[in-house]
Each structure stands twice: as C-alpha cells, then as structure tokens.
C-alpha cells in the first residue's frame, strides 16, 4: 500500500487549508507506516523509549476521538479507545495490537472527525474541552491536532528509519 499525500493549496479560505493540511498529516501519518508488518510497527523507537510506529497510531485514533468527538462534538461520555481515563500515554503501548486493529480505530476516529468538522458552522464554533475544563474554538482545535500530528510525525521519521533506513520529508 502506497499512502498518497493531498497537496496543500498555497491560496485557500482559511477552513480549506486547516481541513488540507491536517489532512496531509493525518496521510504522512499512514505513509510512515507502509509497507511494514505488525511486527516492524512495534518496534521501538531507541531506549529506553518505548514509542513506536503503532503506537503512534493508537495514540493519534485517541486524539482524534478526544478532540472531534469529546470536545467539538460534546460525547463526553464516550470511553476512550485504548486509554486509561486519564492517562493518554497508555495508548503508546502496541502490545497485542495489530495493524489492522490500530488502523481501522484510527481510522473511525478521523472519519468521524471529518465529518464532525464539516458539519460545524464555524471556525468560530466555541466548545468546551473537559479533560483542561476551558472552552477553545474548532480554529483552536483543528491548530492543535496539526500541531500534535506534526510533533509525532517527526518521531515517526525517526523511528521509520531505525526500522528499515527508509526515510523522507
């Protein structure tokens, strides 16, 4: 499988470059991960960090979840996927997950998303985040998911590479 990566448009209204760049993360997220076995996803990264490939899947489906569906979309009480309640770093340990598994939450998760996003009226959209008991904006939230993509997807050239030498912008 060979992840494609959308171009992000150089002139756009705001909400269309938001939408292509967390998109063209959420693809280099999946790009990273081509072509390896379950195996090779749980690799780690080096010690004594336990973070791998899928690891970082899991937690991004966590994210996804937390943010779109549990702040934008208000199911505060919607369980997290793999996470203790309130430790999200539980999510990095792939143990007896597959990449189908990781996959297909991460997936759902960005679906819903997408669908979440498209749906509000507003990049304006005022929603309450429970897990910082503050009210952010969808702008806030749509910055913060690129912004947490963008971190992990630095890792995950990091650890692609310690995998098999394979590396890439």
Known sequence: MTTERPDVPLIADERAMLRASLDFHRATLAWKCDGLSDDELRVPA?????LSLLGL??????????????????????????????DYQTAYDPAGCTREEAFT?????VDHARRIEQAAPSLDLVVYQPRWDQNVSLRFVMLHMIHEYARHNGHADLIREAVDGTVGA
């Open 46 to 50: 080096s010690k004594p960090s336990s």
């Open 105 to 109: 939450a991460w997936q759902t998760e």
């Open 57 to 86: 899947v899991r937690h991004m489906a966590e994210a996804e979840r937390t943010w779109f569906r549990k702040a934008v979309n208000g199911e505060r009480d919607l369980p997290n996927v793999w996470s203790h309640a309130d």
